[in-house]
């Protein structure tokens, strides 16, 4: 049981890089538009958050640094200073788009105007961020999170046909009534939602908060190499429901009541309740993910202290940071804007964080100041190259192909 | 007569940007302080712009409103520089310690002022997280 509890980190990190609201619905989208057909996308990115994230890990628990420290000390403070702006972005409309996830997912289970539910979640937020032992709320929300394999039980529950779905998976092609420019498009945001920056800040900051030592690389790696993979299976799995349920049918997928009409069409009211739970459990880990992520960027860039590991008194400006980035998130909320729609935006952010995040991270890894005897191979620096360049064309793509497409309508 | 200065100087050789600006500072207990936003840096002659014409020390390590002249440029006034001496750095290596506590220092006024106004009034600000 240790042993699994042990991975709840990477368990955790994944579900808020692959499964957070936008993700749960761009992969339903894509599902139902385009089958499977961007499912290489998804393999892509698993590959390289993976080999990323264990670089960021490795870095954490020989040097004891984490990311954004790194980022600040490589590029300095005006192009560490881009990033941050971008990053931090990015996690405020991650957050947001969360906060008004959860609302949305118990609206689906009770019923009651996501509205209401609105600053009940972001108090429950709250209260773990402020109280929680770090431990605790990955092992609940990772564990509780993995209910969510129930999408990949409702594609065999459903019976497809394995050759239409492996056809799409395995010879890709453009759906004959999609554009080009619109396949790309979400190409590009299924790649940035798997490689989002924030899933780096919290794995390495998270090992920092956990103590990892040169004795846990194992761990480190066994987190990285169980977590995200299985994000991506799921990832895979919700749009594998799109494709057998509302593709055939060219339904295009719009609300998170549809996403979970597959698993309740195999499994009945059973299955939709624990998927209602997963998603409650998945959009509550990608908020506590986005808004640790908040104050580890902020703190680790001006060398505050920071750390779930400390009372709140002896990090006040970390914690200070995170307070005022949910009472904006509830704001934001509070006009009723479409939390999902808002999770649109953070690709144009993405395009200046991503190559700002892992380059410095490649470079500390290869540092023997930091690393001693534990930088990388030359495989890994090969692989890693390979993505900065992949990383570069997808973030100097994506601006461009949002607004040729109107972000994918 | 003094003697010239050694072609390769004794110990260890820190490269000022590379070694030391931007790198976490932490505190004798290992709390983080701030980051090395920016140096003091004088001349051996007194002098507090030195111009490379004479060898120059570091006297302090700066942080706080620096921070944003090192990005926007320009040199902020001399009463909102928080200097941390060289003096209380006892080692420096991928980070910058310090043989004091921060919290005796002027630059953490921020810290213990959000601390003192805000956090430590909201009910569990003092408590281990349990």
Redo the contacts between chains.
């Keep these: 049981m240790k042993k699994v509890l042990g991975l709840a980190l990477g368990i955790l990190t994944a579900i808020g890089g692959f499964l957070d609201i936008g993700d749960l619905v761009t992969n339903a989208v894509v599902g139902s538009r385009f089958g499977l057909s961007l499912a290489w996308v998804v393999v892509v990115g698993v590959v390289g958050i993976c080999l990323f994230a264990q670089m960021s890990g490795r870095v954490a628990a020989v040097s004891g640094r984490a990311t954004f420290e790194i980022i600040r000390e490589r590029l300095g403070p005006r192009a560490a200073g881009a990033n941050l702006s971008a990053s931090f972005l990015i996690n405020l409309l991650t957050l947001t788009a969360e906060v008004g996830g959860i609302a949305l997912a118990l609206q689906l289970a009770s019923s009651v105007e996501p509205r209401l539910w609105i600053p009940v979640a972001a108090l429950a937020l709250w209260l773990v961020v402020w109280r929680t032992k770090f431990s605790i709320m990955e092992n609940v929300t990772g564990l509780v999170g993995l209910t969510l394999v129930v999408f990949a039980v409702a594609v065999f529950v459903l019976g497809p046909d394995w050759g239409t779905l492996a056809d799409q998976a395995f010879h890709p092609s453009v759906p004959a009534n999609e554009g080009h420019a619109v396949y790309w498009y979400y190409a590009i945001a299924l790649f940035g939602a798997a490689m989002t920056p924030y899933e780096v800040f919290f794995f390495s900051s998270g090992a920092v908060e956990e103590k990892w030592k040169v004795k846990d690389l194992t761990q480190s790696r066994a987190n990285v190499l169980v977590g995200f993979p299985l994000g991506g299976i799921l990832s895979v799995a919700i749009a594998a429901c799109a494709a057998i349920v509302f593709l055939p049918k060219g339904i295009e997928v719009s609300s998170l009541s549809q996403i979970v009409l597959p698993v309740a069409l195999a499994g009945g009211k059973l299955a939709l309740a624990v998927v209602i739970v997963g998603i409650v459990a998945a959009t509550f880990g990608a908020a506590l993910e986005t808004s640790l992520s908040s104050g580890y960027t902020l703190a680790q860039f001006m060398g505050w202290s920071w750390g779930k590991f400390r009372r709140p008194a002896r990090a006040a400006r970390f914690h200070l940071t995170m307070i005022i980035c949910l009472l904006v998130a509830v704001g934001v909320l509070m006009t009723s804007v479409d939390p999902i729609k808002i999770t649109e935006f953070s690709v144009v952010f993405s395009a200046i964080a991503l190559p700002l995040t892992y380059l410095p991270i490649l470079v500390v890894a290869n540092d023997p100041e930091y690393m001693g005897t534990y930088v990388n191979g030359r495989a890994t620096n090969a692989f890693a190259l390979v993505y900065l360049v992949i990383i570069v064309v997808a973030s100097v793509a994506a601006i461009p192909l949002m607004i040729v497409t109107g972000a994918g309508s | 007569m003094s003697l010239p200065p050694d072609e390769q100087q004794p110990g260890l050789v820190l490269d000022a940007r590379l070694h030391l600006?931007?790198?976490?500072?932490l505190d004798v207990d290992g709390?983080?302080?701030?980051?090395?936003?920016d140096l003091e840096v004088h001349g051996i002659d007194g002098s507090d712009r030195p111009d490379g014409s004479q060898q120059a020390v570091v006297t302090s390590l700066l942080?706080g409103a620096v921070?944003a002249t090192?990005?926007l440029g320009g040199r902020p006034p001399a009463s909102r520089w928080h200097r941390i001496r060289w003096t209380h750095v006892v080692d420096v290596?991928?980070?910058v310690k310090l043989g004091v506590h921060?919290s005796e220092l002027d630059v953490t006024w921020?810290?213990?002022w959000?601390?003192d106004h805000?956090?430590?009034r909201?009910p569990?600000?003092?408590?281990?997280?349990?």
């Design positions: 600006l931007d790198r976490q500072i709390v983080p302080v701030c980051t090395v936003d942080s921070l090192r990005i290596g991928t980070t921060g921020t810290e213990r959000v601390r805000v956090i430590s909201i569990g600000g003092s408590h281990d997280p349990g």
